[in-house]
């Protein structure tokens, strides 16, 4: 009889060890995953950071090493010009107003009409379009698009850049409005990639 | 003052370089230039007078590099 009591009494007891126990491995494992979780996002949340980073300098070592100026040159100063978004798209525009004033545009609507011996320029985000012969009633209208060779430029800095070259030599318009898809330079030279 | 020579980028603008222009060997900033222009297609533009330049001297401050355009 005794001994029957002191069975129970051991079943009982080794019950609640091992209900014990496993709380307290549950607890620990708990206390582990959370350590290794959090070091985890903490780890990847400075793996995107450094990628980001590491795109912006990408950027401006590719422009230093065709330089032949590496990054530890000391005459280069690779510091541009990160920083605030809203900065730079302030500074894009105040770009944009500096070559307008530059080249005599104005603006009309949500372009720009650009004067140069006697043909009149209109240009927008992608699209130019030419009156030649201000004087002249009959005077013929063309329009072609246009897309600087650095595709991802913003709207406003397309803009000035083609202000810019019109200005300097109108005749591009001609080279543009073929539509060949080849990219002409400032100076009107075809560009081609360097390899 | 610095002069500085720029672009425009997906970023806004670029600085490419900068010098100072009492002290820089020049020939070695159009050397650059060239070789920027060789590989991107890009000219040197005056930004103070807006005007395309074969080669950059000391009196110009800023210089925008301008990227080729295509038509299509």
């Known amino acids: 009889m005794n001994r029957t009591v002191a069975a129970v009494n051991f079943y009982d007891g080794a019950i609640c060890m091992a209900a014990t126990t496993l709380s307290v491995i549950a607890f620990l494992a708990l206390i582990v995953w959370r350590f290794v979780f959090t070091g985890l996002r903490r780890r990847l949340f400075d793996r995107e950071i450094a990628a980001a980073q590491q795109q912006h300098i990408n950027f401006l070592e590719q422009g230093l090493q065709f330089l032949g100026w590496g990054a530890a040159g000391n005459r280069f100063e690779n510091g541009s010009d990160g920083g605030d978004p809203i900065d730079r798209k302030d500074r894009a525009k105040t770009y944009l107003r500096r070559i307008v004033a530059l080249t005599g545009a104005t603006q009309m609507g949500n372009g720009y009409a650009l004067d140069v011996g006697t043909a009149r320029f209109y240009v927008r985000d992608r699209y130019v379009r030419r009156l030649r012969g201000l004087t002249d009633p009959k005077r013929a209208c063309e329009e072609t698009c246009f897309y600087p060779v650095h595709k991802d430029l913003p709207e406003v800095e397309k803009i000035a850049t083609a202000l810019l070259q019109l200005a300097n030599n109108p005749a591009l318009f001609d080279k543009w409005a073929v539509q060949s898809g080849l990219a002409f330079k400032a100076d009107g030279q075809v560009f081609s990639r360097a390899p | ?72």
């Open chain 2, 1 to 72: 003052m610095n002069a500085k020579i720029l672009t425009f980028s997906s970023d806004g603008d670029t600085t490419l370089l900068e010098y100072d222009p009492a002290t820089a060997d020049m020939e070695e900033v159009n050397k650059v230039i060239a070789e920027y222009e060789a590989k991107t297609g890009a000219q040197p533009f005056d930004m103070a007078t807006g005007e395309r330049i074969e080669k950059v001297t000391r009196e110009q401050n800023e210089i925008l590099m301008v990227h080729p355009i295509a038509g299509g």
